[in-house]
Each structure stands twice: as C-alpha cells, then as structure tokens.
C-alpha cells in the first residue's frame, strides 16, 4: 500500500475512533486496538519502529480505560 493511502486509512480510522470514544461506545476500544494493529502493520511496511512502541503504549491505554468503563457500568 502507497504512503498515501496508509495516510488516510489512518487518519480515519483514528478520527473514526476517537468519535465513538467520545459518544461512549462500548465497541470504541476495540476499534482503536484494531487502528493499532495498522499502525504495526505501516510500522515494519516502512520500518519506523517507533510506531510499534507507540501502538503498544496507545493499546494499553485503551485496555485500561475500556476495563475502568466496564467497572463503572456495573
């Protein structure tokens, strides 16, 4: 996939995810986990590692606030 691409399929998945963050969707972190697993993907597709330590970090957050969420529903 061209940089071009990887640019926008990016941007909109992460604008895409941070709108069902914001409306409280239960499904929101698991679709930021999934915008993660593209940023590995670009990562190693232009070897700029830095990007996996990120998406790393960016999943663990996620993690955390969607395990704080489900506690806070019941």
Do not use: D, P
Not at 47 to 54: A, P, V
């Amino acid at each position: 996939m061209s940089a071009q691409i990887w640019s926008w399929v990016l941007a909109v998945f992460g604008v895409t995810g941070m709108w069902y963050v914001g409306k409280k969707h239960a499904h929101a972190f698991f679709f930021l986990s999934v915008n993660e697993l593209l940023w590995i993907v670009f990562a190693l597709q232009t070897k700029q590692y830095g990007f996996i330590f990120m998406a790393f970090c960016y999943a663990t957050v996620y993690f955390r606030n969607g395990m704080k969420w489900m506690m806070e529903k019941s």
